[in-house]
């Protein structure tokens, strides 16, 4: 279960559509190299890729446990988003077409907002291009899904992902508690990025 961000946006009805039809035509190859959009074909290689705690640790909207039921129900739920403008979730395929990470992007057309979680394979971490691949990914979704907030939640403990959410230049918005899928509480540290603060950023 996703958690919008706690700054409340009003989006127009027009607004709102325009997001949610750009949510279902969203290109994944628009946003970096062997990305695609998940189906049933890549569950095989998240199991393989979530089964690390190392990977999935930290990212509280997974549901657990990691099996192949699990993730075959959480793909198919991201596909009925994707028809409803209300969600996408992306594979990373390495140079051998394995799975090799994910992102989850989660929409609330009427807010104008959205959330975005992911992760890499552990012998993918720590090179340095995190940074890099996230700050697209956040100009991604602001230019073409259109949002106007971006929302993003760490474990209080997720150190390394509290650096890079803040050196994209998120504001801090202090903790808040949130609800795994299995109906535990775990209490996260939570940012917010405008679109116009993104702007203002990357125009300087």
């Known amino acids: 279960m ?3 961000p706690k700054t409340v946006l009003h989006a127009t ?22 990305r695609a959009k998940a189906d049933m074909g890549h569950v095989a290689g998240l199991v393989k890729l979530l089964s690390d705690e190392a990977v999935s640790g930290p990212i509280y909207d ?7 039921d699990s993730l075959t129900r959480w793909v198919a739920e991201a596909q009925a ?14 140079e051998a077409g394995e799975v ?5 992007i989660t929409v609330w057309p009427e807010r104008s907002s959205a959330e975005l979680a992911g992760a890499m394979r552990a012998d993918l971490q720590s090179r340095g291009q995190g ?4 700050a697209h990914t956040f ?26 959410i803040e050196a994209a230049g998120f504001t801090p918005m202090g903790e808040r508690e949130v609800t795994r899928p299995d109906g535990s509480k775990r209490r996260s540290y939570c940012w917010e990025l405008t679109r116009e603060a993104w702007e203002r950023r990357h125009r300087l």
């Open 62 to 68: 997974l549901p657990r446990p990691i099996t192949t």
């Open 81 to 94: 988003q994707a028809l409803a403008g209300e969600g996408l979730l992306f594979v990373t395929l390495d």
């Open 100 to 104: 090799a990470g994910y992102s989850r």
């Open 139 to 164: 100009g991604w979704m602001f230019e073409t899904l259109g949002v106007r907030l971006i929302g993003l939640t760490a474990a209080t403990d997720n150190v390394r992902s509290a650096r890079l």
């Open 2 to 4: 996703s958690t919008p």
């Open 13 to 34: 009805d027009e607004e709102a559509e325009a997001i949610r039809e750009a949510v279902r035509n969203a290109d994944p190859a628009t946003l970096a190299p062997r």
């Open 131 to 134: 940074g890099s691949g996230a």
